[in-house]
């Protein structure tokens, strides 16, 4: 569990550097290439929509051949793609390749969440994903710093170093034993499971949070850009918040493990809410530095127990885990477009603190349905030969 555990802690701290790494570089893409504050939200959503798309594929994938062989395609579509978005120079090839890269992340996140769910003690579920999740913030941690140099070395040497990682990750891949073989589940039974499942509601308490981030990684750049903020300056706000999610996200999955899921989400949606809004009230550096550390703990409170959520229900539906981390990714992708290409095209219509406000009353009314939940915990299936496992071959 030890060896899996590194590993699909650094598959997805790799997809989420380079998320990342693009938002301090945003405002200078932004000046490079003339964009509108709406385009630039689409360069920046590019990413998050290729996960959206290859969300349900993935999880199919996951379902058909298994979780290691899913991670090991993503990490060759990663790899290629990521260097080649670091010599592109025109803004419509740009968007396609991080649209790429994306599809590789929700090929490497399917993968590498269902593997852990499947391997992992059913009493510690939260806890090895708040373990693995924390690595995915590290990853937001060393993305913005590797932003701001790549605006100084230049984004092909940067953006070049993920061809290397993936082949090292590749190969710690095929070094570890494929969960036990299960039958596969075709998508047809894993859909009318999901249908009548609680599955729906975890997927829409983590699409809140997800709307949140895609429009601070938009609207926080931009806007501490126009108070004076230098590149490093961006980067070190957002590295700052990705330490405050590191220690919070193993902290609360072990929490929630133990009094359930929706009281420490709903503490994070309601931090957010107010983060949200000061995103587009604040003008100093200072107060627009906290509110992106706020906002950060808030996400660290939310993210964990939701995606734990997604996969107790689903597991409880006995739905293959590859199609609940195919879920996770609809959230995730879907609502990181939303916050990203929505929130950049309003502020340019009517200002930042417009996107803001829609995102708080968003986050409210998510909040609602999931405090209709209680406080328990999930019931959840003891077993996980029927509930979702995966196998490789």
């Known amino acids: 569990m030890r060896r899996l555990l590194i590993l699909a802690s650094a598959v997805v701290f790799l997809d989420v550097t380079f998320f990342s790494v693009l938002t301090p570089l945003l405002p200078s893409y932004q000046a490079d290439h003339n964009l509108s504050d709406g385009s630039a939200g689409v360069l920046a959503g590019s990413f998050a929509a290729g996960a959206l798309v290859f969300a349900i594929p993935a999880g199919w994938l996951v379902a058909r051949i298994g979780s290691r062989k899913t991670v090991v395609i993503g990490l060759v579509g990663i790899g290629i793609c990521s260097p080649a978005f670091g010599f592109a120079e025109n803004i419509i090839l740009l968007d396609l390749l991080r649209f790429l890269q994306g599809g590789a992340g929700a090929l490497m996140w399917a993968g590498a969440i269902s593997w852990v769910v499947v391997a992992a003690p059913v009493g510690r579920r939260g806890e090895m994903l708040g373990i693995v999740i924390a690595a995915a913030v590290a990853g937001e941690l060393l993305g913005a710093p590797l932003g701001a140099i790549a605006h100084q070395v230049g984004t092909g040497i940067v ?26 589940q075709p998508l047809r039974e894993a859909w009318r499971r999901l249908r009548k499942s609680d599955v729906p509601v975890g997927v829409l308490m983590l699409a809140g949070p997800s709307v949140a981030f895609g429009l601070a990684v938009v609207v926080g750049p931009l806007h501490m850009d126009e108070l004076g903020a230098s590149p490093f300056l961006i980067a070190a706000a957002f590295a700052t918040g990705a330490v405050i999610e590191i220690i919070v996200g193993p902290v609360i999955g072990r929490m929630s493990d133990r009094v359930g899921r929706t009281l420490p989400y709903l503490i994070g949606i309601s931090t957010m809410v107010f983060a949200v809004i000061g995103l587009g009230v604040f003008g100093l550096l200072p107060l627009m530095f906290a509110t992106v550390m706020m906002l950060a703990f808030g996400a660290g409170m939310a993210f964990t127990p939701a995606s734990t959520l997604v996969t107790d229900h689903a597991s409880a539906a006995g739905v293959n885990q590859g199609y609940a981390s195919g879920a996770s990714n609809v959230a995730w992708g879907g609502g990181q477009v939303l916050g990203a290409a929505g929130g950049g095209i309003l502020a340019g219509v009517g200002g930042y603190l417009l996107p803001c406000l829609i995102t708080a009353v968003l986050l409210v009314a998510v909040g609602m349905v999931a405090r209709s939940l209680g406080t328990g915990p999930p019931g959840i299936a003891e077993t996980t030969g029927q509930t979702g496992g995966t196998h490789d071959r």
């Open 159 to 184: 953006f070049g170093t993920v061809l290397f990682a993936s082949a090292i990750l590749i190969a710690l891949a095929i070094g570890i034993p494929g969960t036990t073989d299960v039958e596969s």
